[in-house]
Structure formats: structure tokens, C-alpha cells
């Protein structure tokens, strides 16, 4: 029995050209463009440009705004504990921010911030599984896989709001 091949195929976001890999029809990764460490397919994926119609679909209604949540086939592979922050960080209401301390509170564990973090980091979708809504507690926008600029794209165009902070209609974004 041979292994399921992954595909791959690109998507002209407005932050650039995105890679989009997986097998069958669950997406696995999606990166970012990035100019010194941009990620190249491995070499034994196959190029499909007819795979994941629906991720392109919802992609692109997220990015012309009419798209808030998406529902998608995903496969994440990750540590245990990867998994359960990715699926928490999918629970991060469109429009919200959580910080690090939130996502830890949540999982039931509030000392779990830094190692939030690096699960945040090592998040294989980001966009679908909202990474970018993932802030330090004073706000900092922490690093970002796609860039900083990207996060802050994100965010802006999420119009996004500090949990628990209903009187901001976003966060005070550098320009």
C-alpha cells in the first residue's frame, strides 16, 4: 500500500503567494512568502493546481471579507499539546484577540504561556487557525510566521478587539 502523495498548489493572497500542502483533502500547511526564508515544496509533493477548492473558495471570501469562520478539512500534526492549542486557538472568535496567558487560562493550565507560544509558533496553518489573533498581554504584537506586517494586515482586517476590552474598536496598530 503506497502512501498518500501531498499536493501542493499556490494562492494569490493579498499577502503575497501562498503554499498550500496536504493529502486527500485535508490541508496540512500553509506558508507565508517570505523574502530570505520563503518555503519551497518538497521535492517528492506533487503540484495540483485543482486541489483544496474549498480552502481557495474560503480563502478568498476571508479576504473580500465575507468569510468570518472556516470550515475546512484539516490535518494537524503536532505534539499532543500542539493539537489542543491549535484547536483552542480555532475558538478564538473573528474580531478577538486573546493573549498567550488567555490560551493557557483556557486550556486550564495559566502558567502555560511561553509554551503556548511556541505552539502558536509552530502552527502549521496560519490564516485558518488564527494564529495572528494570538497578542502578548501589553498588546505587543509578538512574532508572526508570515512577518509582522502580515499580522498586522490580519488584524486590521479583522478589525480586531483586545479581549475583554469592549470600548476599543481595535487595537492601537502601528501604522
Known amino acids: 500500500m503506497s502512501e498518500i502523495p501531498t499536493r501542493f498548489r499556490y494562492y494569490d493572497s493579498p499577502l503575497g503567494s501562498l503554499l498550500l500542502a496536504g493529502r486527500d483533502d485535508a490541508l496540512t500547511h500553509m ?22 477548492p474549498d480552502v481557495i473558495s474560503q480563502l478568498g471570501a476571508y479576504f473580500a471579507g465575507e468569510l468570518q469562520e472556516f470550515d475546512v478539512p484539516l490535518e494537524l500534526n503536532g ?23 488567555d490560551v493557557a487560562h483556557t486550556l486550564g493550565n495559566a502558567g502555560a504561556s511561553r509554551a503556548v507560544g511556541l505552539a502558536n509558533n ?54
Open 122 to 175: 509552530a502552527n502549521p496553518i496560519p490564516i485558518i487557525v488564527p494564529c495572528h489573533r494570538v497578542i502578548g498581554a501589553d498588546r505587543s504584537l509578538v512574532g508572526f510566521g508570515g512577518g509582522l506586517d502580515a499580522k498586522i494586515w490580519l488584524l486590521r482586517h479583522e478589525n480586531i478587539r483586545f479581549r475583554g476590552d469592549e470600548g476599543i474598536n481595535q487595537l492601537d496598530l502601528p501604522l
Open 31 to 52: 506558508f507565508f512568502p517570505r523574502e530570505n526564508s520563503a518555503v519551497e515544496p518538497d521535492t517528492n509533493w506533487v503540484s495540483d493546481n485543482g486541489c483544496f
Open 79 to 101: 505534539t499532543l499539546f500542539q493539537k489542543t492549542v491549535w484547536k483552542t486557538l480555532l475558538t478564538i472568535p473573528f474580531g478577538e484577540a486573546w493573549s498567550y496567558g
